[in-house]
């Protein structure tokens, strides 16, 4: 049998660093709320690394005044706001049974984020893991996610699930407000964020079952499945992209939203035959290319946005890549 350190490091490179995917409900909904803003820093939105995502979520808890903020978009999301496939195979499942195997199987389409579910003496408990974070998930991400459950699990089955009960790694809080907010009772201050059910729930049919729907979305959930990036190279090359006209581009910076040391990411790039510098020219390359192309913003403006403070070190990096000036490079891709 592994030890759980032994496990911890198998899912580690199972789900190593891949990139998120923003659900959609949650861009609609940060539009609802006016705070779109928090969408602006990230030039490949939906697309974002871990610590990026982790912050958007952050900046949420902040901006809004509502403690219980999380809860309440988790159960919109599960009643009104199914705009994502992966929510919409678990809602079209037979039983909440099948519903966690399809969301156990398809949530890394979302994110490195896996789905822990375990069974014990007539219970259910369902939490989440980040095996690859540095750090814990923010609170209210956590409590979206716990809310989703159990709002689908309430409206698949048309069950109240009174015997519902929630522990949140918040300390902090009014625990009547959140017993209100879930609808069930609530531990404050508990080790891990879970969610425990009746284990009878999971054969419970669901109201909402429909084989056609999941028929129909389960090929893209698994095209999709197979094209996350699952290399070195891919994963590092994605944080770039989205780092190479705004944010910190250092390596440090970049292992950092990977969720992984600089040293480790080095050999992983090292054992792909390339290195931090190639990717980053790049990564530069094709979006300098692509701003001569289809814009028609200045040199200084495209050096400024492809991360060179003066335009001659840019021109003289473009010749490098390219064999061509800017200017040439325009006028021919022109034509």
């Known amino acids: 049998m592994r030890s759980a350190d032994t496990s911890r490091t198998v899912a580690s490179e199972r789900y190593a660093s891949l990139p998120c995917r923003v659900p959609a409900g949650l861009t609609a909904l940060l539009r609802s709320l006016d705070l779109d803003d928090l969408m602006e820093p990230h030039v490949l939105w939906p697309w974002l690394g871990i610590e990026s995502y982790f912050a958007v979520w952050e900046a949420m808890e902040a ?36 519903a966690l ?25 369902i939490a989440y893991d980040w095996p690859t974070a540095q750090r814990p998930p923010p609170h209210n991400l956590v409590e979206a996610e716990l809310s989703f459950l159990l709002s689908l699990a309430r409206r698949a089955t048309g069950l109240a699930l009174d015997d519902a009960r929630v522990t949140l790694t918040r300390s902090e809080g009014d625990p009547h407000a959140w017993a209100e907010a879930f609808g069930a009772p609530v531990a404050m201050g508990s080790r891990r964020a879970t969610l425990r059910l009746d284990a ?14 999941f028929s129909a979305l389960q090929p893209a959930l698994e095209a999709e499945r197979s094209r996350r990036p699952t290399t070195a190279a891919a994963r590092v090359r994605h944080v770039i992209q989205t780092r190479v006209s705004a944010g910190e581009l250092t390596v440090q910076a970049v292992a950092r939203e990977l969720g992984m040391s600089a040293r480790t990411m080095q050999r992983r790039l ?19 290319t692509y701003l001569l192309r289809e814009s028609d913003l200045s040199l200084a403006e495209i050096s400024y946005l492809v991360g060179y403070e003066s335009p001659p070190s840019f021109f003289r990096a473009f010749y490098r890549w390219t064999g061509k000036t800017p200017t040439d490079y325009r006028r021919d891709a022109i034509g």
């Open 63 to 98: 901006r809004l005044d509502d403690e219980t903020h999380a809860v309440a978009m988790g159960r919109g999301a599960a009643n009104h706001g199914l705009l994502e496939p992966v929510f919409l195979v678990c809602l079209s499942a037979r039983h909440l049974g099948e």
């Open 101 to 125: 195997a399809h969301l156990a199987r398809y949530k890394s389409v979302l994110c490195p984020e896996r789905l822990v579910v375990g069974r014990e003496s007539g219970a259910l408990e």
């Open 200 to 213: 009878r729930v999971e054969e419970v049919r669901f109201e909402t079952h429909n084989s056609v729907l």
């Open 270 to 288: 090292r054992n792909a035959g390339t290195s931090f510098g190639d990717l980053v020219a790049e990564a530069r390359c094709d979006r300098a």
